[in-house]
């Protein structure tokens, strides 16, 4: 079992930046594709960015590309995502999630474990 936890959220004005990290547990981290999800009130949840269990692939929601950047550090059993340029629309609550595949995964359906999410709000 993957137990992820998720922080970092909070307000934040329009054009600034957050950092959300997401710590997990389990020996099998390194192994995982990690992605970042969010969903806003009233809309579906949507792949934002995802990163494979190296490190050396990345992916990214059209919308977040040149803004976004994830990352992890496998010694701290941590994934990271890195939020520039906050725009108003970028506000919902963000979760994290683990896949057990070798690949970079973007389909919500195919991650494994979910954490509870973090909110972060964009003021205009």
């Known amino acids: 079992q993957v137990q992820l936890v998720e922080s970092g959220g909070g307000l934040v004005q329009a054009g600034g930046s957050l950092r959300l990290s997401c710590s997990t547990s389990?020996?099998?981290?390194?192994?995982?594709?990690m992605g970042w999800f969010r969903q806003a009130p009233g809309k579906e949840r949507e792949f934002v960015a995802a990163?494979?269990?190296?490190?050396?692939?990345?992916y990214y929601a059209d919308s977040v590309k040149g803004r976004f950047t994830i990352s992890r550090d496998n010694a701290k059993n941590t994934v990271y995502l890195q939020m520039n340029s906050l725009k108003p629309e970028d506000a919902a609550v963000y979760y994290c999630?683990?896949?057990?595949?070798?690949?970079?995964?973007?389909?919500?359906?195919?991650?494994?474990?979910w954490g509870q999410g973090t909110q972060v709000t964009v003021s205009s």
């Open positions: 990163i494979r269990w190296s490190g050396s692939n990345t």
């Open positions: 999630a683990a896949d057990r595949s070798n690949a970079v995964v973007i389909s919500l359906r195919s991650y494994d474990y």
């Open positions: 389990g020996r099998t981290f390194s192994s995982y594709c």
